[in-house]
């Protein structure tokens, strides 16, 4: 509990917030994703969780990586096989991705094994369909995630990229812009609010995002006090995954 306490006390107050309180969640993960209200993660083990009445459910199967949002609640497994829950059981869909997002107006986003982009479109993640056919977007990235702004994505330099006007029928959208900083990872809240973590572990707010401005204007970092290694945001709170797999749940009070 020492740890706990002291991340109480370390994380009260971070950089632009008032009232900030991070606490030690009980349970341990891997990768984490928050969404349209709802939390899941996967563990070490490929053990798949949803958060709910303030603990871990156990859901049926194995997945590496876990996304939930308002496409619903997708996933992938260690052979980048893609899943979804139709029916409130997992479905196999065509394709293969090693990192999924469910955050766009209900089309999707993720990456292959080769860092090559993949969108699927609102009428496929709706249609309850196994066979369906992903859009390839030109570039290259590692991670990428969609909220109602636009996409983020980085790619394996940690380079951050931003596409805007992608839409639930286009998954094209704009071209791939530059955007300043460096991240391994980047995820985009339900409300447009994007967060991401470096290389050396430190926790990244994108400020000024508004529907005239999507791309935000800069960069703060979060005096979080420990290093992380993913981080998702839904609903006021900011969920983040320590090195060693330790989930931490800070609530953001603007």
């Known amino acids: 509990m020492l740890f706990a306490v002291s991340l109480l006390l370390l994380c009260t107050g971070i950089s632009a917030y008032e009232d900030t309180q991070c606490t030690l969640i009980p349970g341990k993960l891997r990768q984490i994703d928050a969404g349209a209200g709802e939390v899941l993660g996967v563990n070490?083990?490929?053990d798949i969780y949803q958060w709910v009445d303030n603990n871990w459910k156990n859901i049926p199967g194995k997945l590496t990586h876990v996304s939930v949002g308002p496409a619903g609640i997708w996933g992938v497994n260690s052979a980048n096989n893609i899943y979804k829950i139709q029916d409130?059981?997992?479905m196999s869909v065509s394709g293969l991705l090693k990192q999924?997002?469910?955050g766009g107006d209900k089309f999707l986003g993720g990456v292959n094994?080769?860092?090559n982009i993949y969108c699927l479109r609102q009428s496929c993640t709706v249609s309850g369909l196994s066979a369906v056919y992903w859009t390839p977007l030109e570039g290259s990235l590692k991670y990428y995630s969609c909220g109602p702004l636009g996409c983020w994505g980085v790619n394996s330099n940690d380079n951050i990229y931003f596409r805007q006007s992608v839409s639930p029928t286009a998954c094209q959208g704009s071209q791939w812009q530059l955007i300043e900083g460096a991240l391994k990872m980047i995820e985009v809240g339900t409300d447009g609010s994007v967060y991401g973590v470096n290389s050396a572990g430190n926790v990244y707010r994108r400020d000024g995002i508004s529907a005239r401005n999507p791309i935000g204007t800069s960069w703060t970092q979060l005096d979080l006090s420990?290093?992380?290694?993913h981080v998702t945001y839904d609903s006021g709170y900011l969920w983040l995954i320590t090195p060693t797999d330790n989930i931490v749940r800070c609530s953001l009070n603007t």
């Open 88 to 90: 409130n059981k997992w």
């Open 226 to 229: 420990f290093t992380f290694k």
């Open 113 to 115: 094994a080769q860092d």
């Open 44 to 46: 070490s083990n490929d």
């Open 100 to 102: 999924i997002d469910a």
